[in-house]
């Protein structure tokens, strides 16, 4: 369990009341008077982050008012909570009512708690939440856990996170939970039929490499998780621009969401047969990389034109998901920080995904917004699978033209999906660019939690 929750009820825990601008003057009613004047005398309206601590007279902290959003708000923030570990003095706390949403509020205080201290010192608060009635801690903490290696592996830059420590990383987790591993390296690639994985990666000087591991029961369903693992993106020969290329150490940000909903999923014993695919490769420049127009084969056979060396996280995970695909699983999963269509679209806090199975659609949709792991679906659309033919191969990566950019990097995909019962894609984006309650700036955890509840239900 995390250290962030107290593992009993303490007596001594202060209280927290939370509050809302309509709702502030009935609990106004309710304090001592020294505490109502100690109030009006900072102007506390309840507004939504607001934050006082009360005092008791011997000058201790008695009790925390903290302001929520209204609820017919026109955008509130269910995790609102989160601002709390940055706000609170050092202690043991207790929630004193009910947020709107109890669960989301106590996953949000631990969200919102998270320092990145690998390289300078970053104590986290040292405060400690006691857990209130109902609530599945445990199940909680596995999803901060989760969220904290996304984040962690996503922040760290890109010297100290090639595609070796990404695969450490991996090797790690699957140690952890008893799964069965092995990664292919570098030349090997092409010798076991990869030869789009290691086309990205060959013009770097650190091998590039697929990682594979399985966990659970062969005989439970199959889900398989792929995930893009390009652990610095110069762009290739199509050069980025450096305000491009600044946060590209996140362009593994699909790797690193895999790896925290594998956690949660191996954390919680569901009941499946789990693959994790990572293609983790970094795409440099160099005499020997992909140039623009060159041709490759592919691991299912379609010989791929480059339209464009940038477009390179389709083409990786291509490979993954044909070698996936060949077990014909139940379910197939992608995460990848794929295009700048997508957040162009829909912004950085809300990634598209993309499904024909209409089921699954809708499942995502809801446990997405019943976990406040915000998606939106967009459609696979046919007649724009024109625009992926080439003139010399059997499909170009990157089509000429701005239009729709995450949709035919979708239909690229799919071209190498066939037998799996059901596929589903996500165009993450893994960074939070201007901090908020409880996500901090940088590295994100993204669908994961959304995932995770739909295959809970699916395969508690």
């Given at each position: 369990?995390?250290?962030?929750?107290?593992?009993?009820?303490?007596?001594?825990?202060?209280?927290?009341?939370?509050?809302?601008?309509?709702?502030?003057?009935?609990?106004?009613?309710?304090?001592?008077?020294?505490?109502?004047?100690?109030?009006?005398?900072?102007?506390?309206?309840?507004?939504?982050?607001?934050?006082?601590?009360?005092?008791?007279?011997?000058?201790?902290?008695?009790?925390?008012?903290?302001?929520?959003?209204?609820?017919?708000?026109?955008?509130?923030?269910?995790?609102?909570?989160?601002?709390?570990?940055?706000?609170?003095?050092?202690?043991?706390?207790?929630?004193?009512?009910?947020?709107?949403?109890?669960?989301?509020?106590?996953?949000?205080?631990?969200?919102?708690?998270?320092?990145?201290?690998?390289?300078?010192?970053?104590?986290?608060?040292?405060?400690?939440?006691?857990?209130?009635?109902?609530?599945?801690?445990?199940?909680?903490?596995?999803?901060?856990?989760?969220?904290?290696?996304?984040?962690?592996?996503?922040?760290?830059?890109?010297?100290?996170?090639?595609?070796?420590?990404?695969?450490?990383?991996?090797?790690?987790?699957?140690?952890?939970?008893?799964?069965?591993?092995?990664?292919?390296?570098?030349?090997?690639?092409?010798?076991?039929?990869?030869?789009?994985?290691?086309?990205?990666?060959?013009?770097?000087?650190?091998?590039?490499?697929?990682?594979?591991?399985?966990?659970?029961?062969?005989?439970?369903?199959?889900?398989?998780?792929?995930?893009?693992?390009?652990?610095?993106?110069?762009?290739?020969?199509?050069?980025?621009?450096?305000?491009?290329?600044?946060?590209?150490?996140?362009?593994?940000?699909?790797?690193?969401?895999?790896?925290?909903?594998?956690?949660?999923?191996?954390?919680?014993?569901?009941?499946?047969?789990?693959?994790?695919?990572?293609?983790?490769?970094?795409?440099?420049?160099?005499?020997?990389?992909?140039?623009?127009?060159?041709?490759?084969?592919?691991?299912?056979?379609?010989?791929?034109?480059?339209?464009?060396?940038?477009?390179?996280?389709?083409?990786?995970?291509?490979?993954?998901?044909?070698?996936?695909?060949?077990?014909?699983?139940?379910?197939?999963?992608?995460?990848?920080?794929?295009?700048?269509?997508?957040?162009?679209?829909?912004?950085?806090?809300?990634?598209?995904?993309?499904?024909?199975?209409e089921a699954l659609a809708r499942d995502v949709a809801r446990c997405a917004t019943a976990e406040n792991d915000p998606l939106w679906r967009l459609p696979l659309w046919g007649p724009y699978d024109s625009w992926l033919d080439s003139k010399v191969a059997n499909i170009n990566n990157a089509p000429s033209g701005g239009f729709a950019g995450s949709i035919?990097?979708?239909?690229?995909?799919?071209?190498?999906?066939?037998?799996?019962?059901?596929?589903?894609?996500?165009?993450?984006?893994?960074?939070?660019?201007?901090?908020?309650?409880?996500?901090?700036?940088?590295?994100?955890?993204?669908?994961?939690?959304?995932?995770?509840?739909?295959?809970?239900?699916?395969?508690?």
């Open positions: 369990m995390s250290s962030l929750f107290a593992t009993a009820a303490e007596p001594t825990a202060v209280p927290i009341s939370f509050v809302t601008r309509s709702g502030w003057e009935a609990l106004r009613a309710t304090l001592p008077e020294v505490a109502q004047r100690f109030a009006s005398a900072h102007g506390y309206s309840g507004k939504p982050g607001q934050f006082l601590a009360l005092p008791t007279p011997e000058g201790d902290i008695g009790a925390a008012l903290f302001g929520l959003d209204q609820p017919d708000a026109r955008a509130p923030d269910p995790f609102r909570a989160g601002q709390l570990p940055g706000l609170l003095p050092a202690g043991t706390y207790r929630f004193a009512n009910a947020p709107h949403d109890t669960r989301l509020a106590v996953l949000a205080f631990a969200l919102g708690a998270y320092k990145f201290g690998r390289y300078r010192k970053a104590e986290p608060p040292a405060v400690k939440l006691v857990p209130p009635e109902g609530i599945d801690i445990a199940a909680i903490a596995r999803a901060v856990e989760a969220a904290t290696l996304a984040r962690d592996l996503i922040n760290t830059p890109s010297n100290d996170m090639g595609p070796a420590e990404l695969a450490d990383a991996a090797q790690a987790l699957a140690q952890r939970f008893g799964a069965e591993f092995k990664c292919i390296v570098g030349d090997e690639l092409v010798t076991q039929n990869f030869p789009l994985i290691h086309a990205v990666g060959m013009a770097a000087t650190r091998a590039p490499r697929l990682i594979d591991f399985t966990w659970g029961d062969p005989a439970h369903p199959k889900v398989t998780l792929v995930g893009k693992g390009v652990c610095f993106d110069t762009g290739g020969l199509d050069l980025k621009p450096s305000s491009a290329m600044l946060i590209m150490k996140k362009d593994m940000g699909g790797a690193a969401n895999v790896l925290a909903l594998a956690s949660m999923i191996m954390g919680a014993k569901l009941k499946l047969r789990l693959r994790v695919l990572i293609p983790a490769v970094e795409n440099a420049v160099a005499g020997n990389a992909m140039r623009p127009l060159d041709i490759f084969p592919s691991r299912k056979g379609p010989t791929v034109e480059i339209g464009n060396t940038d477009a390179e996280g389709r083409l990786v995970l291509a490979d993954a998901l044909a070698l996936a695909d060949e077990e014909a699983p139940d379910l197939l999963i992608d995460l990848g920080t794929l295009t700048g269509a997508a957040r162009v679209a829909l912004g950085p806090d809300l990634p598209p995904y993309y499904t024909n199975d035919t990097c979708a239909l690229f995909l799919q071209r190498f999906v066939e037998s799996a019962k059901s596929w589903l894609h996500v165009d993450i984006y893994g960074w939070t660019p201007k901090a908020k309650p409880a996500r901090p700036e940088g590295g994100e955890c993204q669908a994961a939690r959304a995932i995770f509840a739909l295959l809970s239900e699916r395969y508690g």
